[in-house]
């Protein structure tokens, strides 16, 4: 009887352990200062260096309806991340450039990350998600 009592307690501390680790989080982004109340959000949330700004783990579409927005990413493992997105005013479904290649619609990164001289790097647009909650603030 000892014996079956010290193994099910054996599994029930690895299955919490197992679940603790596994056990998704929420990031929740407040995207501020949208100068036109029209097209949509293009947001993109990525979990690596090699695919930041390129492909994305987790991307949403927001139609903007105010100056500011509220964006909720549900079911996200704990990890590194950084989240990119832009004011797709026109409704093309692309960031539209000007002949230099500099951006005319809004845009920004986690953390109010800005590049200098091209886009954001990861370094500075990364953050760690290990609680329940994380808050982004993005400023446009």
Known sequence: MKHVFLNLAAFFVISMALSAQTATKEIIVNISNIKTIKGKLMIG???SEATFMKKPFIGK?????AANCTVVFK???KGDYA????HDENDNNKMDTNFLGIPNEAYGCSNNAKGFMGPPKWEDAVFNLNTKQINQTINL
């Open 45 to 47: 949330l990525y979990n």
């Open 61 to 65: 579409i927001e139609e903007v309806k």
């Open 75 to 77: 079911n996200v493992p």
């Open 83 to 86: 989240i990119s997105l832009f």
